[in-house]
């Protein structure tokens, strides 16, 4: 199984932009034949998705990101990103990788990296 590991994430004023990482390690596996995502779970809320890229390099995104979040992905480095610009006070979060399933985590969860946006 791919171990995950989410880095890059810190505080930043609305308007801002952070770039995460997500670094997969163990099992031999690599990204490339993987559908990844990204996930985001606020304090007293249910996790919800962000952003997918599938094998194929195709992508989709949740509607209260679209046109604002990026997701991309390296192969040879075995490493997944989401570029995050004009953040937003509601975009504060805790943030996952994860193999993904249309909009649904099917790996496990890694500890995930803290996005905080102050207004």
């Known amino acids: 199984q791919v171990r995950l590991q989410e880095s890059g994430g810190g505080l930043v004023q609305a308007g801002g932009s952070l770039r995460l990482t997500c670094t997969g390690s163990?099992?031999?596996?690599?990204?490339?034949?993987?559908?990844m995502g990204w996930f985001r779970q606020a304090p007293g809320k249910e996790r919800e998705f962000v952003a997918a890229?599938?094998?194929?390099?195709?992508?989709y995104y949740a509607d209260s990101v679209k046109g604002r979040f990026t997701i991309s992905r390296d192969g040879v480095k075995n490493e997944v990103y989401l570029q995050m610009n004009s953040l937003k006070p509601e975009d504060t979060a805790v943030y996952y990788c994860?193999?993904?399933?249309?909009?649904?985590?099917?790996?496990?969860w890694g500890q995930g990296t803290q996005v905080t946006v102050s207004s």
């Open positions: 994860n193999t993904v399933s249309n909009t649904r985590g099917i790996g496990s």
């Open positions: 890229s599938r094998w194929n390099r195709s992508t």
């Open positions: 163990g099992s031999g596996r690599t990204f490339s034949d993987l559908n």
